[in-house]
């Protein structure tokens, strides 16, 4: 199977190849950092063995922010539009893939929650918020 994914103004994007290597891991990470990185409550990844990663188009204009100092954390995003985009990790054993990125459904659902001690404050489970199909009145 191949799950494709692009930044939102559609210069990047890229395939993961799902038929032979099954996605290594599918996470939320609570941390500090993929708070302030995501903009939200957590961040969702999936973790990939490089060989199903490829880049269809643009891959010239995503970029990887380090964080000085930090041992494994990494970032990638569009210069076009700020979107997140995969990145190869540090030790360069998986690219890292932010499941907003995706356009196609990957076959997989989040597994764990990292870091959930140090989650926002102002957390709230998605399943105890009410629910609309559109925006709210």
Excluded at 21 to 36: G, I, M, N
Excluded at 70 to 77: I, K, P, Q, Y
Excluded at 86 to 97: A, F, N
């Amino acid at each position: 199977m191949t799950v494709r994914g692009s930044c939102l103004c559609g210069a990047a994007a890229f395939a993961i190849d799902t038929r032979d290597t099954p996605v290594v891991a599918f996470q939320y990470c609570h941390c500090s950092r993929c708070r302030k990185k995501s903009g939200s409550a957590h961040c969702a990844n999936l973790f990939i063995a490089p060989e199903q990663f490829r880049w269809e188009r643009g891959a010239e204009l995503v970029r990887r922010f380090e964080l000085p100092g930090a041992r494994g954390f990494c970032s990638g995003f569009c210069t076009v539009c700020g979107s997140a985009m995969p990145w190869l990790g540090k030790t360069g054993k998986r690219y890292i893939v932010p499941a907003g990125a995706l356009d196609d459904d990957p076959g997989e659902r989040p597994r764990r929650n990292l870091h959930f001690a140090s989650r926002a404050a102002w957390y709230a489970p998605a399943s105890e918020l009410p629910t609309f199909d559109g925006e709210a009145s």
